[in-house]
């Protein structure tokens, strides 16, 4: 799957970035901290957007291929096929371009979005059918900066446990799909 390598921590940067693994298709451009990104869900329909998308938000943001440093994917838990399809595209584009690929938690990326300013503890749930779900938990400091602080895993909804023992006393918050669950 493309050169693993860590990425030099030098400005501008450019990255691409796909998450197909759950009913949303999303892809985004990061360009110098400004974030360009279509969201929709869109179940069976992500090879039909993923590219397409990702052509129209490289030109928004003025960006050549040539130009993107990396190429991010989530890496699930989700939709075997939706994981399997963003990896890859995402393996395609960093091998033709020769970059890196960074691979994203899903249920990370889900948790992050429930940063307000505040730290905060976060169970992040995705619905993995059969009376499932994938579920990890994580820590938000004040920045936004994601911490697992357990492993993720899938099971039925009403076996999952918060992880216990944890120091603070931020406040628990749930999102994601998988609370319907």
Do not use: K, N
Not at 10 to 16: D, I, V
Not at 85 to 99: H, V
Not at 102 to 131: E, K, N, Y
Not at 155 to 161: C, E, H, I, L
């Amino acid at each position: 799957m493309g050169r693993w390598r860590p990425l030099a921590a030098t400005a501008p940067m450019h990255l691409l970035a796909f998450e197909l693994s759950t009913e949303a298709c999303s892809v985004a451009v990061w360009s110098d901290g400004a974030v360009r990104a279509r969201h929709e869900v869109a179940p069976r329909r992500h090879a039909e957007l993923a590219l397409p998308w990702a052509e129209a938000l490289l030109a928004e943001a003025g960006l050549a291929r040539a130009q993107l440093d990396a190429i991010a994917v989530g890496r699930g838990p989700g939709a075997f096929t939706g994981v399997r399809l963003g990896i890859s595209i995402a393996q395609g584009i960093a091998l033709a371009l020769d970059r890196p690929i960074v691979p994203v938690s899903t249920l990370a990326v889900l948790a992050r979005g429930a940063h307000d300013g505040a730290p905060a503890r976060v169970l992040a749930a995705i619905d993995a059918r059969m009376h499932e779900v994938y579920a990890g938990a994580f820590a938000l400091d004040a920045t936004g900066h994601v911490t697992a602080l357990d492993a993720e895993r899938v099971g039925p909804a009403d076996a999952v446990v918060l992880p216990g023992g944890l120091p603070g006393d931020a406040p628990w918050r749930g999102v994601g799909t998988g609370f319907a669950a």
